[in-house]
């Protein structure tokens, strides 16, 4: 009977363990979306949704390197849980989105890149990108939640415009939806270059 009531424990919280944490259905929306040149973002660039799973803050000198498909991370601890393509410079995530976020709680933020247009594409150096993150949902857009994950099972929108500039609405214009950032390569990558710049220096010295 032990061994029974046992083995029935065993199996109970190895499913506890293995069993997938309920998604929670997020609908995002976010407009109007610009370039660093202030124009607005052609069809089909790519937004990126990432979660702050480390509590750490969002690790933006990590972009250069990464591949930006679902499931892939931005540094060490920033997930990638969703991936819109821009319309008419909004993106519109209307399929509410069935998200398997690592946890309820982390803070999410929107990465967008007005050159890439691809899902599974690489981010080099020197690419454009915008990046927006706010705790303050933004009711007059429609939004109920800021930008934080969600309960499992919870049914949201996270949604900001920035021509909502009234108190509370957690946005300015422009210059928080503007691509005002540019890549640079990782650290291991100047490192590298610094290196055989060295090496390149010591052989010519030698040749000397």
């Known amino acids: 009977m032990k061994k029974n009531t046992l083995l029935v424990l065993t199996i109970a919280t190895l ?7 309920k998604a929670a259905t997020v609908t995002f929306y976010f407009a109007n979306m610009y370039d660093s040149s202030n124009n607005l973002l052609v069809d089909n660039a790519l937004g990126v949704i990432v979660e702050d ?47 398997p976020f690592v946890s309820p709680g982390h803070n999410l933020n929107l990465y967008w ?6 899902i599974g594409s690489t981010v080099g150096s020197s690419v454009s990108y915008g990046s927006f993150t706010s705790a303050v949902a933004n009711i007059n857009s ?4 800021g930008m934080v994950s969600p309960n ?6 996270i949604a900001y415009v920035d021509t909502d500039v009234a108190a509370g609405t ?29 090496m390149a220096g010591s052989m010519i010295r030698r040749r000397k």
């Not at 499992?152 to 929108?157: E, F, K, L, R, V």
């Not at 946005?171 to 055989?196: C, N, Y």
């Open 53 to 99: 799973t480390a509590g750490d803050g969002f690790q933006s000198s990590s972009l250069a390197g990464s591949t930006l498909s679902i499931g892939n991370f931005v540094g060490a601890n920033d997930k990638i849980v969703d991936i819109i393509h821009a319309s008419a410079g909004a993106f519109d995530d209307e399929s509410n989105t069935s998200i």
């Open 113 to 118: 890149f007005p050159t890439i247009l691809t």
């Open 170 to 198: 957690g946005i300015s214009p422009k210059t928080s939806l503007k691509a005002s950032f540019t890549t640079v390569p990782e650290p291991s990558s100047f490192a590298l270059l610094t290196g055989g710049l060295l």
């Open 152 to 157: 499992p099972g919870d049914t949201s929108t």
């Open 142 to 145: 429609g939004g109920t939640s």
């Open 15 to 21: 499913f506890a363990i293995t069993a997938p944490l």
